[in-house]
């Protein structure tokens, strides 16, 4: 039986060369699912507000709905590593509410590690968070929470200034104390070069192959997300079009009288 996955084993697998593979999921089937083959870690992120409530961002995501699917999540009892994804307004006000918001996380969800997103910006927020023994998972690029300042979803990096920058981000992170850095929509050329950069893992979502490891959203590989498709997501099933041949068939065989049979009923 594999051992539960820490933070020491995926820093590790930078080292040996192994790629880190990250999904995210929001809920206890899913999360048993995946767990059982073998992912490395369970993020859940944020995403939750778009792909599982509706929302057309992250922003009206609360600290209450990611500690509710962060229980769920842990109840699975996962041996991948759990890291939960701190919402808009949980971090960005003070250090104090930082603290106290990681610290829900770990202590009233099980999350073993938190993730933020922003770099030198947030440089002080995950250095608060680190030293109260809280790994952190840091994430620049095209981070969702600054859709507005962004302007849209829009890659990021692509001219030298703004290439620059990121480069600062990730260093300052990385010395801010974070476990691993997520890339999110930067040129692959980018994320080669700071993942050479830097000593900890880079995590990367439409950032490229040369990453130290990857993590899409489970809904965009399965297929269950027809709002957005961004050019990086694999859609490795059409989930969608199976629990739609569930869902008529039921619905043919209760409307025909077929469902249910004395075989799923009581004498
Ligand atoms: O919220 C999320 O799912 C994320 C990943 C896509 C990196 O932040």
Do not use: W
């Not at 769920?72 to 919402?87: F, W």
């Not at 990021?156 to 992170?173: S, W």
């Amino acid at each position: 039986m594999n051992p539960k996955k820490t933070i020491l084993d995926i820093q590790k697998m930078k080292a040996t060369g192994e790629k880190i593979t990250v999904l995210t999921s929001y809920d206890y089937p899913l999360t048993r699912v995946m767990d059982d083959c073998g992912i490395d870690v369970i993020l859940v992120g944020d995403s939750v507000g778009v792909v599982f409530g509706g929302y057309d961002n992250t922003l009206p995501v609360t600290m209450d709905e990611m500690i509710y699917h962060t229980r769920a999540v842990v109840r699975a009892r996962p041996k991948a590593l759990v890291v939960a994804d701190m919402p808009f307004l949980s971090y960005q006000t003070d250090l104090r509410d930082a603290r106290i918001n990681a610290g829900r996380l770990v202590k009233e969800a099980g999350a073993e590690a938190v993730k933020l997103e922003g770099g030198t910006h947030v440089a002080a927020t995950i250095r608060a968070i680190v030293d109260m023994d809280i790994p952190v998972m840091a994430h620049i690029g095209l981070t969702p929470q600054s859709i507005h300042r962004m302007g849209g979803f829009r890659v990021q990096g692509k001219k030298e200034e703004q290439a620059q920058r990121l480069i600062e981000d990730a260093k300052a992170v990385e010395e801010a104390g974070a476990f691993a850095v997520v890339l999110e929509g930067i040129p692959l050329r980018l994320a080669e070069r700071i993942t050479a950069d830097l000593s900890i893992p880079t995590i990367g979502i439409g950032a490229g192959p040369h990453c130290d490891g990857q993590v899409l959203v489970i809904h965009d590989i399965l297929g269950l997300c027809e709002k957005y498709s961004p050019k990086f997501v694999k859609r490795y099933a059409d989930a969608g079009a199976l629990i739609a041949g569930a869902v008529s068939s039921y619905i043919a065989d209760v409307k025909k009288g077929e469902f249910p049979d004395e075989g799923h009923s009581f004498s």
